[in-house]
């Protein structure tokens, strides 16, 4: 039996309670570890650390690893245009193998022979969070104490108010939040009935306030978003310009019933102006810089790349060889995207780059087309022929039938 464990904290309900629950029930000593990937409010010592020593965390420790986050997995799935089942970019899927980075990490740093989470045994972090640390600390045990407390959510304010856990937000009492850099996940609620509309007050990042059309133009260096509108910007703070500026569009929003990977489905809301927007302009830049069947494979395997995500495979054999192909695939993704933003609306309306494979004099129908027509002849004729030699003996063409 574990004696010392590190839990994943964010403060919220969950973990608070499970503080406490560890330390009474399991006897072990629980040192709780907040990780900053951009949520709002971040991560504050004084405020949700002094909660978790009030819960009964022995220690409590913070990792801002926002420019991790950004630069090692957001820039991956980015690269990528990950986005599961076509529409959700992986918010919370792309936060738990950095969080279980740090996790192991402060583990070993601090002795610990077990790490925690706050999941349910419903839904997919769990699966995340201890594939993850399988993959990275087999040394280490997991423990999953909300998974097996078997109270329900009544149950665990109540519990709070007992042990005196302070608990925030009416609102954290409704809904379930998990938010970063790349969006913000919101379920439970209301929106457990897939017909309901979700309530106004669910959303936070996509709430319209801007009225005047406006363009965005978004610069890449081999795949990675380096500027707006011609300013170089540090991923972090590029991520949150672009997520501002898009939001306040009222663009962004997800409502989508998804799959699970332990067989449920799910209602889900999102928000997710900055990774929305990115992958829109990533994937459209790439329609002039990537070769037509380097193109047609890439956009093949980017389902599997965010399946894999999504399941808890990020430390995995696979991903990490897909990652490579994609990589590769970047060397020429340079230029930049014009976005035009307008109330509820996010569209591309222009690419350029110095490595496109866009060929004016190819493609023009004006007097400077230095396109060959003799040759589409020829290359039609034998494109068609199999169908032709089909079609006169076995087909519509055919004098037997
Ligand atoms: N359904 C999404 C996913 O599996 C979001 C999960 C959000 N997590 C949460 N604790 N609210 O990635």
């Known amino acids: 039996m574990a004696k010392r464990v590190v839990l994943a904290y964010s403060g919220g309900l969950d973990t608070s309670v499970a503080v406490r629950w560890m330390t009474d029930n399991l006897g072990v000593e629980v040192i709780a570890l ?23 965390a022995v220690d409590f420790l913070v990792a801002d690893v926002r420019e991790e986050f950004a630069r090692d997995f957001l820039t991956p799935a ?44 419903k839904g997919n972090d769990q699966v995340r969070f201890e594939v993850s640390t399988r993959a990275l600390a087999p040394d280490l045990d997991v423990l999953a104490p909300v998974r ?26 409704l809904y379930s939040i998990d938010d970063n ?42 795949g990675v978003p380096v500027s707006v509108d011609g300013e170089a910007l540090p991923l ?3 991520i949150e310009t672009v997520g501002a500026a898009v939001g ?20 889900e809301t999102y928000e997710c102006p900055a990774s929305l927007a990115l992958i829109l302009a990533h994937a459209d830049l790439e329609s002039i810089t990537l070769e037509r069947d380097l193109a047609r494979e890439k956009s093949r ?68 087309d230095v396109f060959r027509h003799e040759d589409s002849a020829g290359f039609v004729r034998l494109w068609g022929l199999s169908v032709e030699t089909w079609a006169a003996r076995q087909g519509p063409g055919a004098s037997a039938r």
């Not at 918010?91 to 999941?119: E, M, T």
């Not at 306040?248 to 209602?267: A, C, L, P, Q, T």
């Not at 990652?323 to 509820?344: I, K, W």
């Open 34 to 56: 907040a990780v900053d990937v951009g949520q709002e409010g971040g991560v504050s010592a004084d405020d949700i650390g002094q909660r978790a020593l009030d819960a009964g």
């Open 78 to 121: 980015l690269k990528a245009n990950a986005l599961y089942e076509g529409r959700y970019p992986l918010v919370s899927a792309l936060s738990r193998p950095v969080i279980v980075k740090h996790l192991v990490q402060a583990a070993h740093d601090h002795g610990a022979d077990a790490v925690a989470h706050g999941c349910t045994g």
């Open 148 to 173: 097996g407390w078997g109270m329900s959510r009544e149950e665990c304010i109540l519990y709070a108010y007992d042990h005196n856990i302070a608990i925030t937000a009416t609102k954290e009492k």
């Open 181 to 222: 850099l790349w969006g913000r996940a919101i379920e439970c609620g209301e929106m457990e009935d897939p017909w309901a509309v979700p309530p106004p007050g669910v959303w936070s990042l996509t709430v319209p306030s801007e009225n005047e059309a406006r363009d965005l133009v978004i610069g890449f260096d081999a």
């Open 236 to 238: 972090v703070a590029l």
């Open 248 to 267: 306040s569009y009222g663009w962004g929003r997800i409502d989508m019933v998804e799959n699970r990977r332990v067989g449920i489905k799910s209602r």
């Open 301 to 368: 395997l980017e389902p599997r790349y965010a399946e894999l995500i999504y399941d808890g495979l990020w430390f995995s054999p696979l991903k990490q060889a897909l990652d490579a192909f994609v990589d590769e695939s970047q060397a020429a993704v340079t230029g930049e995207v014009r976005l035009h933003l307008s109330p509820g609306s996010c569209q591309v309306t222009g690419r350029r780059s110095a490595h496109s494979l866009y060929d004016y004099a190819l493609a023009t129908y004006d007097a400077e």
